[in-house]
């Protein structure tokens, strides 16, 4: 079982579990690299256990975050399970871990220790708040990161109304990416000086950097910005309006879009109001302007202002839930939702890979392992014994699913 992409022959153990460090795995899994992850005895990852849902008898969050991945269980408590990992690590090029602080120190695999027996090593930490600052050794959880980071005191509907997250754990999936991305970064610098380094991101600083916008304005002028809906903080209009039976995106943010949409709609005389007559009256104005816009908007579907709007090239696009996006065609010919086989379950869909190579495609091959599906094999790769293994197992070292 190996994966095929840019990063084939690069070997990755992810000592990490529930999403950033997963999201990390996954990303250069998906790119080719062969992922092993490394799962705690007993139970194994967390996401094990977030069910419902389930699919057959397999967590679904298990399964979307870990495809791809080979897996193998290995009690860290345990000297000779640590001995496993070592092992493992010495014919490795990276290691992902999501760990408090303290933790991999404690058990004798911190970054300095393992250099010494792999100077190629590249150690990818990905924490709450990075591994220096006053905050290094807090743990951090996404809602954490978002509300320090600026992210909740600019998401939500307005000033008074209570503070709002962004849906989706989104500091831990950027964090995670961030760390595929430093990963991929120092890969290419080893290529030049044979040596492996650490890799630092964390929860709270990837919530920063989607504050481009806002932070931009608050150095700017000193004033921080707070949340305005779906509208944008620059230019308008840009954000939802309500329509007949629903909700439209309207991208008309720039002077030439603006004017093209006045006419779309029917509406020239806003062009020549001169509350509206360029980006700043807008902006001074928004509550004006998305009132007198929803008026309009009011009086027709979602679909036939898409149709309108997008004969003109006015950017536009409807409010998809979640089932909704899976099913529509730029998801499907963007093979955004594939279906892979699972050892158990059958066939299972899952969320595809975003990035596409021309020369050297990856994408979702294989589905999340089973429970120690792949120890024994694994373990033999490292040139322990069937007899070792079997010790190994028994003794609760490790753990090897039923073949």
Same mark, same amino acid.
């Given at each position: 079982?190996?994966?095929?992409?840019?990063?084939?022959?690069?070997?990755?153990?992810?000592?990490?579990?529930?999403?950033?460090?997963?999201?990390?795995?996954?990303?250069?899994?998906?790119?080719?690299?062969?992922?092993?992850?490394?799962?705690?005895?007993?139970?194994?990852?967390?996401?094990?256990?977030?069910?419902?849902?389930?699919?057959?008898?397999?967590?679904?969050?298990?399964?979307?975050?870990?495809?791809?991945?080979?897996?193998?269980?290995?009690?860290?408590?345990?000297?000779?399970?640590?001995?496993?990992?070592?092992?493992?690590?010495?014919?490795?090029?990276?290691?992902?871990?999501?760990?408090?602080?303290?933790?991999?120190?404690?058990?004798?695999?911190?970054?300095?220790?393992?250099?010494?027996?792999?100077?190629?090593?590249?150690?990818?930490?990905?924490?709450?708040?990075?591994?220096?600052?006053?905050?290094?050794?807090?743990?951090? @959880?996404?809602?954490?990161?978002?509300?320090?980071?600026?992210?909740?005191?600019?998401?939500?509907?307005?000033?008074?109304?209570?503070?709002?997250?962004? +849906?989706?754990?989104?500091?831990?999936?950027?964090?995670?990416?961030?760390?595929?991305?430093?990963?991929?970064?120092?890969?290419?610098?080893?290529?030049?000086?044979?040596?492996?380094?650490?890799?630092?991101?964390?929860? @709270?600083?990837?919530?920063?950097?989607?504050?481009?916008?806002?932070?931009?304005?608050?150095?700017?002028?000193?004033?921080?910005? +707070?949340?305005?809906?779906?509208?944008?903080?620059?230019?308008?209009?840009?954000?939802?309006?309500?329509?007949?039976?629903?909700?439209?995106?309207?991208?008309?943010?720039?002077?030439?879009?603006?004017?093209?949409?006045?006419?779309?709609?029917?509406?020239?005389?806003?062009?020549?109001?001169?509350?509206?007559?360029?980006?700043?009256?807008?902006?001074?104005?928004?509550? =004006?302007?998305?009132?007198?816009?929803?008026?309009?908007?009011?009086?027709?579907?979602?679909?036939?202002?898409?149709?309108?709007?997008?004969?003109?090239?006015?950017?536009?696009?409807?409010?998809?839930?979640?089932?909704?996006?899976? =099913?529509?065609?730029?998801?499907?010919?963007?093979?955004?939702?594939?279906?892979?086989?699972?050892?158990? =379950?059958?066939?299972?869909?899952?969320?595809?890979?975003?990035?596409?190579?021309?020369?050297?495609?990856? +994408?979702?091959?294989?589905?999340?392992?089973?429970?120690?599906?792949?120890?024994?094999?694994?373990?033999?790769?490292?040139?322990?014994?069937?007899?070792?293994?079997?010790?190994?197992?028994?003794?609760?070292?490790?753990?090897?699913?039923?073949?």
């Amino acid at each position: 079982m190996l994966n095929h992409g840019p990063l084939a022959g690069v070997r990755v153990i992810e000592l990490a579990h529930v999403m950033a460090g997963p999201v990390c795995g996954l990303m250069l899994a998906d790119l080719g690299a062969d992922v092993i992850k490394v799962e705690k005895i007993p139970g194994g990852d967390d996401t094990r256990r977030m069910a419902p849902p389930k699919i057959g008898e397999e967590s679904a969050a298990f399964l979307m975050m870990n495809r791809n991945k080979r897996g193998m269980a290995v009690n860290l408590k345990h000297d000779s399970g640590k001995e496993v990992l070592r092992r493992l690590l010495r014919k490795s090029d990276v290691l992902i871990e999501n760990y408090r602080h303290d933790t991999m120190a404690k058990l004798g695999l911190g970054y300095e220790t393992l250099k010494q027996e792999n100077p190629g090593l590249i150690y990818c930490e990905i924490s709450g708040f990075g591994r220096s600052g006053p905050f290094h050794d807090q743990g951090g @959880f996404d809602l954490i990161a978002q509300g320090m980071s600026g992210l909740m005191s600019i998401t939500g509907e307005g000033p008074g109304r209570p503070p709002v997250k962004v +849906g989706a754990p989104v500091t831990d999936i950027t964090a995670g990416i961030l760390g595929a991305l430093g990963v991929t970064a120092a890969l290419n610098e080893r290529h030049y000086s044979g040596k492996g380094q650490r890799v630092d991101t964390s929860l @709270f600083e990837a919530g920063i950097i989607h504050t481009y916008w806002q932070s931009a304005i608050c150095l700017a002028t000193g004033v921080s910005p +707070g949340p305005m809906g779906s509208a944008h903080p620059l230019n308008a209009p840009y954000q939802a309006l309500q329509t007949a039976d629903g909700w439209i995106n309207l991208g008309g943010a720039n002077q030439r879009n603006w004017e093209r949409l006045v006419e779309a709609i029917g509406k020239p005389e806003l062009a020549s109001d001169p509350r509206f007559h360029d980006n700043h009256g807008r902006m001074a104005n928004l509550k =004006e302007l998305e009132a007198a816009l929803n008026q309009v908007f009011r009086t027709r579907t979602t679909n036939d202002w898409l149709k309108t709007l997008n004969a003109v090239g006015i950017p536009a696009g409807p409010v998809l839930s979640v089932g909704e996006m899976h =099913e529509h065609p730029q998801t499907q010919a963007r093979q955004m939702v594939p279906k892979v086989e699972h050892p158990t =379950e059958g066939l299972v869909k899952t969320l595809g890979l975003p990035i596409k190579l021309s020369e050297t495609p990856g +994408g979702v091959q294989h589905a999340a392992p089973l429970y120690g599906q792949h120890t024994r094999v694994l373990m033999e790769e490292l040139g322990y014994a069937s007899t070792e293994i079997v010790e190994l197992h028994e003794a609760e070292v490790v753990f090897c699913a039923p073949s």
